[in-house]
């Protein structure tokens, strides 16, 4: 059998395995024939597509079809609380806890502490009146997310659904961890929805110990005048390979801050998609990659105006070194009658050696009248000017460059909800940053 077959019979196989592995979705199965046919038929995507022309997927490929040929390992049975004491942040964050790992739950959440106006569960676990929406939002996400959406769909074992009620304020944020623990492909699938007027903090952890191939999709729902903060850490095996995409919907007055942190992985590649929908709906999106030795990090973001009066600010930057490439691809449409828009794009990037690459494509579509919209973009070294600047007043060299690479980071890492995860983060890049060193003490 050929290669371009293999995969394709592979996924197959796959899918029917995973279906007879969860009884509890039979509910689910056309569902996930539908995004398995549309996964055959167009397979991965190729850097013939302009979406992904810095971004080969051909070797993902094959170590996906080389994974989902092997039999499925029981679960790790420390996985849960070697984590927990790996992450070290968690007792700080005094919120539920739930990880999925290597694909499935390693615990039930109803054994997540309880918090008031909020409800975790396993998708298998829907009640009937549930289904329903629930098979729209991810037929809808598959539809529209691509290949690596229906993959998803067409794998899925288990998901985590996070419910927030009516006027709910959570008391604490809501940690979800996706890790790995063996050499395999996992296909988390992550469903959160504000209820009307609710408030939130949720913060996505990725912490993979393996060369493992993740593919993880998170939708969420947003009802009117809901506000959520949202924390996407992506911390994976330096030998790991990272798919991850958000599908993010705001309705009328609904209001959310997302920040996205790429630090791990070889390959990585995240597709952030915001559909502001309701009148007065507010997004702030902010990123920050940081590609040391030979990473690649691509980052994609859409941004979508289709109601009036929508606000959309979004910033972006990147730190790559030594061997590392980061890709940045931002688009904001403004849809026809969306009028009142005020939306702003931009993207930074921080080039620390003659060797770091990065490429970037802000994109600005404007189809409504009486806008305000901007977009622009930015590479290069470390200003000399700042550099000299500091020195004359009797800073070291050494010194300036690392309070001018902390004061880059700092911007973004200030969006954090948490000081502790603030701190972790600053910890975590000074370790691999050693230019970085005192960042966690530089004004």
Not at 79 to 87: I, N, Q, V
Not at 158 to 168: E, K, N, P, R, Y
Not at 278 to 298: C, I, K, P
Not at 420 to 425: G, S, T
């Amino acid at each position: 059998m050929s290669e371009a077959a293999t995969v394709p019979a592979t996924v197959q196989a796959a899918s029917a395995a995973a279906a007879l592995s969860e009884p509890a979705l039979a509910w689910f199965a056309t569902v996930r024939e539908r995004a398995l046919q549309a996964f055959v038929a167009h397979g991965f995507p190729t850097t013939s597509s302009e979406d992904w022309r810095y971004t080969d997927l051909r070797d993902t490929a094959r170590r996906i079809a080389d994974y989902l040929s092997r039999p499925v390992p029981p679960a790790t049975a420390n996985s849960y609380s070697a984590l927990l004491e790996r992450l070290g942040v968690l007792d700080d964050l005094h919120g539920p806890a739930l990880i999925l790992s290597d694909g499935t739950l390693a615990v039930d959440p109803a054994t997540a502490p309880v918090m008031a106006g909020l409800t975790l569960s396993a998708l298998s676990a829907a009640q009937p009146a549930a289904r329903t929406a629930l098979a729209e939002r991810i037929t809808a996400a598959t539809e529209g997310d691509g290949a690596l959406a229906a993959l998803n769909t067409a794998l899925l074992r288990q998901g985590l659904v996070v419910d927030v009620a009516a006027g709910a304020e959570l008391e604490a944020p809501v940690y979800i961890v996706c890790t790995t623990t063996t050499e395999g492909a996992p296909q988390n699938r992550i469903l959160i929805h504000l209820r009307r007027g609710s408030r939130a903090t949720i913060v996505e952890h990725h912490l993979g110990l393996t060369a493992a191939v993740s593919n993880t999709k998170t939708d969420v729902l947003c009802e009117p005048d809901s506000t959520l903060v949202y924390v996407k850490l992506q911390e994976d095996s330096p030998a790991a390979t990272h798919l991850a995409s958000q599908r993010v919907r705001l309705e009328g007055g609904a209001r959310a801050r997302l920040l996205h942190l790429d630090l791990g992985a070889q390959l990585a590649r995240n597709d952030l998609h915001v559909s502001l929908d309701g009148t007065g709906a507010e997004v702030s999106a902010n990123g920050l990659f940081f590609a040391d030795a030979a990473r690649h990090l691509d980052n994609h973001t859409r941004i979508e105006h289709h109601a009036a009066h929508t606000v959309s600010q979004e910033l972006y930057r990147g730190v790559v070194s030594e061997r590392g490439r980061g890709v940045f691809n931002g688009k904001v449409i403004v849809h026809a009658g969306a009028n009142g828009t005020d939306a702003k794009l931009t993207n930074q990037n921080l080039l620390l050696s003659d060797t770091a690459e990065v490429d970037t494509k802000p994109e600005l579509e404007i189809y409504a009248d009486e806008v305000r919209c901007s977009h622009g973009a930015t590479t290069g070294q470390l200003d000399a000017g700042a550099i000299f600047y500091l020195r004359s007043r009797g800073i070291e060299e050494a010194q300036a460059r690392r309070m001018l690479i902390a004061s880059f980071v700092r911007e973004i890492l200030r969006n954090l909800p948490d000081a502790a995860l603030e701190a972790h983060v600053a910890r975590r890049l000074a370790a691999r940053l050693p230019e970085l060193d005192e960042a966690a003490e530089t004004p």
